[in-house]
């Protein structure tokens, strides 16, 4: 049997409470100080490194040129809305082009030719563009798990925009889009882009249409990838399937 503890002598500290005579809160004081330690000596080095730069372009900084070219395709909203059908086949989407009238029965036969029989809906979606479809729709209130999704069979929602150059869908949680997992998890997503309204022709404008603030999912094609030996293997992180519809406004 070990010996009493003489009072008022430190014993072995307990798990989790420090070390004898040291309180957690000066365990979290030294790590402090050796954080600010640390980024003293970061910002000597960067002031070191600009001890040369002239007073005058520190207070004021010399602009930069930025004359490169904003986009590579002619200002001409069919020759974006092609570059965009023809950058997301090359990414092994399903490309369709239609009308507003004539989406509906669109939305139907892609859901048809799938195999479709459960739908997730996303909040805001028009009512219209499923009223063809002979399915079960699912409305997501916030309450649908992944396990459940994994279940179903298809989502269709619009998106914020899309870029023609890069052949990319960005989604942004908007009205009729949805949480992201509406659109990572089930294996067929049917996504609508109105033309020319939604189409940019390149990322930098994109990027000011955009809200940084907002969950941004940027789509290149279906799920994809050649990790491995460089097979590639599709539906891994994200829908095994994408179509693509532009309506035309």
Do not use: K
């Amino acid at each position: 049997m070990s010996p009493a503890t003489p009072a008022g002598a430190t014993g072995p500290a307990a798990p989790g409470t420090g070390a004898p005579g040291r309180s957690t809160g000066a365990a979290a004081s030294s790590a402090s100080a050796s954080g600010t330690a640390a980024r003293d000596r970061i910002l000597a080095r960067v002031r070191a490194a600009l001890s040369d730069v002239p007073a005058e372009e520190r207070e004021n900084p010399a602009p930069i040129d930025r004359d490169y070219l904003r986009a590579h395709v002619p200002d001409d909203p069919e020759a974006v809305a092609g570059l965009l059908a023809e950058n997301l086949a090359d990414y092994r989407a399903r490309v369709h082009r239609t009308t507003a009238a004539g989406l509906p029965a669109l939305i139907a036969r892609l859901l048809a030719d799938r195999g479709a029989r459960t739908v997730v809906v996303p909040p805001g979606l028009p009512d219209g563009w499923l009223a063809a479809a002979d399915v079960t729709q699912l409305r997501d209130d916030g309450t649908l798990t992944p396990a459940r999704l994994d279940a179903v069979d298809s989502v269709v929602t619009g998106c914020a925009l899309a870029v023609a150059e890069t052949g990319t869908i960005v989604l942004d949680a908007g009205p009729g889009q949805g949480r992201r997992l509406l659109t990572l998890v089930p294996d067929h997503h049917v996504c609508v882009v109105r033309v020319p309204g939604q189409v940019v022709a390149s990322v930098p404008q994109a990027l000011p249409r955009l809200d940084p603030r907002r969950p941004l999912t940027w789509i290149s094609g279906p799920s994809a990838t050649s990790d491995i030996e460089l097979n590639r293997v599709e539906g891994v992180h994200g829908p095994r399937t994408l179509d693509a519809v532009l309506v035309t406004d």
